[in-house]
């Protein structure tokens, strides 16, 4: 069956870095478009980021444009987000999802907090 599972989250101070990752299995992973979405405590889920099936086009909120990178590895079923620069306000679970699949992980948390 389709599966998204994230890793990467953790604790990071305001201004630093991090990769998280989001391994799918269960479907044809090069022919779909990839999201991350995050949470924030008490509000609603936010759009962050998505890449087409190739990777060769992608889009970002405005929240985090400049600050964060989504890329893939369709050979390992994979798809990443490099966030840099992390804000307090960045704290949230963040969750990759394959839209057409309406397929969502579980979601990895994100702490920014010094």
């Known amino acids: 069956q389709v599966q998204l599972v994230e890793s990467g989250g953790g604790l990071v101070q305001p201004g630093g870095s991090l990769r998280l990752s989001c391994a799918a299995s269960?479907?044809?992973?090069?022919?779909?478009?990839m999201t991350w979405y995050r949470q924030a405590p008490g509000k609603e889920r936010e759009w962050v980021a998505f890449?087409?099936?190739?990777?060769?086009?992608?889009s970002y909120a405005s929240s985090v444009k400049g600050r964060c990178t989504i890329s893939r590895d369709n050979d390992k079923y994979t798809v990443y987000l490099q966030m840099n620069g992390l804000k307090p306000e960045d704290t949230a679970v963040y969750y990759c999802?394959?839209?057409?699949?309406?397929?969502w992980g579980q979601g990895t948390q994100v702490t920014v907090s010094s």
């Open positions: 999802s394959a839209p057409s699949l309406n397929a």
């Open positions: 269960g479907f044809r992973f090069s022919n779909y478009g």
């Open positions: 890449i087409s099936s190739s990777g060769g086009s992608t």
